[in-house]
């Protein structure tokens, strides 16, 4: 089973909490739920998409990615 985690927002917020750092965080729940991970989000300008087929937890490029994700999510 996926896991999906949203946010609505009306100030840019910051997600890497949410994915590494709360109590279930995305990345613990990705032990069992490891299929792929993915986030998207609106930049202000356009919709930005990064997904990946591995787990949350064994991914390079997550951490990277949820750092920089910015704008109304």
């Not at 917020?13 to 279930?24: L, M, P, Q, T």
């Not at 990705?30 to 591995?54: D, H, Q, R, T």
């Amino acid at each position: 089973m996926c896991r999906l985690f949203g946010l609505y927002a009306n100030i840019p917020v910051d997600v890497e909490f949410s994915f590494y750092h709360a109590k279930n965080s995305m990345v613990q729940l990705s032990y069992s739920n490891y299929s792929g991970w993915g986030i998207a989000w609106f930049n202000g300008v356009k919709w930005e998409l990064v997904k990946e087929p591995i787990a949350l937890y064994g991914s390079e490029r997550a951490r990277s990615t949820v750092r920089r994700v910015r704008g109304l999510i």
